[in-house]
């Protein structure tokens, strides 16, 4: 089994290296204002990227570029970027690292900058693992940062600095605009787009506005019947007796819900699949030669697979799959073991890893190799004992929502 393992583990790296990057079209600036036309390396950047990639169409040969290299480049019909070298907030938004000031802790970076509208005032956008932050400008001045901050104020409170609403009304005339809606405005893509694109509106002056790409389905739910090999060894720690239950072919059923995750060009998921599954099997054996001994195992569970899921795109119809997590089960039903005392145990609830590799085809079809490590089916009630489950199954599924 550990040799499956091994195996396994190999094909989901080989998967993931194989699943490349697509270059999609596109251009950068450079620093002397010159647009340069090729193809741009596109990660789907869920946080603002720190380089990016560019080749042009008749040569394989990869450059890449940092903030301070480039005046900005943009994948057309899809995102934009401008480079910037500015005063960011590096502030942590995280509830556990709050501190006591409302004043925003500056450092200034070489960054790249999302665009989400130009024109006569224009938005930008910069995503972290710490923070997500927005800039404007207002007829191609200089940049500068909307100020907004949590942080515990004297009652050791979650308290906001939504100075970016002062910073608006001043800088955003317009006959069109009411000081209610700078005063309920969030901190948001959503309504800082809404505003920036009402202002460029009165002077009918916006030249671009990023619209996300809006999502194909997100949410499936496919039925997952399949068959798997499973055994059980028991070990008595008094007697030293040990007992190897056959490799049992069953039948298994789930029931597979799935939320496909909006960045990195959908390639990871989070699953979940509730699952019935069954093992049953009889040991007989001799006592002193003459004296037959049965043993055996009814193990009926249900199992809650939680884990994630990385896709590799080969083409449109067709596409490879590996997936790993911990299965919780839950037994059910008439499930014990009969011991070598003749005495019958029943099981516990218990976890335990799982690894797989798949293929999809047609974005509804799918098989999977699936392998369960140890499963300890006595958690403490039985100290003297020990059960260990392990499986390795293949699953066919379809994908009917």
Not at 33 to 43: A, E, F, P, V
Not at 162 to 186: G, H, I, T, V
Not at 348 to 365: A, C, L, Q, T
Not at 378 to 397: E, H, Q, T
Request: aromatic share 14%; charged share 25%; with cysteine.
């Amino acid at each position: 089994m550990k040799a499956l393992v091994l195996r396994l583990s190999i094909i989901l790296f080989c998967i993931q290296s194989f699943a490349q990057v697509q270059f999609k079209e596109g251009h950068y600036i450079t620093t002397k204002g010159d647009t340069i036309k090729g193809l741009i390396k596109d990660y789907d950047w869920n946080d603002n990227p720190e380089k990016v990639t560019f080749k042009s169409k008749t040569s394989n040969s990869e450059k890449n570029f940092r903030p301070e290299d480039i005046a900005g480049f943009e994948i057309y019909n899809k995102v934009k970027y401008t480079s910037s070298f500015i005063d960011t907030d590096i502030s942590r938004d995280d509830m556990s690292r709050l501190n006591n000031s409302r004043l925003p802790i500056f450092d200034k970076k070489h960054l790249f900058l999302k665009v989400i509208v130009e024109g006569k005032a224009s938005l930008y956008k910069h995503s972290s693992t710490y923070n997500t932050r927005y800039y404007y400008e207002k007829n191609g001045s200089n940049l500068k940062m909307l100020i907004y901050k949590k942080y515990l104020n004297n009652d050791n409170k979650i308290d906001e600095n939504n100075n970016f609403r002062q910073q608006l009304l001043n800088n955003l005339k317009c006959d069109e605009l009411s000081k209610s809606q700078f005063a309920s405005l969030k901190y948001t893509e959503k309504d800082l787009r809404k505003i920036i694109s009402k202002y460029n509106a009165c002077f009918d002056h916006e030249t671009y506005s990023f619209h996300e790409q809006k999502r194909k389905q997100s949410f499936f739910i496919s039925i997952r019947p399949g068959v798997q090999m499973a055994s059980i060894k028991i070990d008595n720690t008094v007697t030293n007796e040990k007992i190897d239950f056959d490799d049992e072919v069953s039948f298994r059923i789930g029931l597979e819900f799935e939320y496909i995750l909006p960045f990195n060009n959908n390639k990871w998921s989070v699953i979940v699949e509730p699952t019935y599954q069954n093992y049953s099997t009889t040991k007989v054996d001799l006592i002193q030669r003459f004296l037959e001994r049965t043993r055996e195992v009814n193990y009926s569970s249900i199992e809650f697979p939680i884990g994630a899921r990385y896709y590799a795109f080969l083409n449109e119809n067709h596409q490879l799959f590996g997936n790993g997590g911990i299965v919780l089960d839950y037994a059910i039903g008439d499930e014990h073991v009969v011991d070598e005392r003749s005495q019958t145990i029943n099981f516990d609830k218990s976890f335990n890893p799982y690894i797989g590799i798949g293929y999809r085809f047609r974005k509804d079809f799918s098989l999977e190799i699936r392998y369960q490590t140890f499963r300890g089916l006595f958690s403490g009630r039985n100290s003297n004992l020990k059960a260990n489950y392990s499986s390795i199954g293949v699953i066919a599924g379809y994908r009917f929502f």
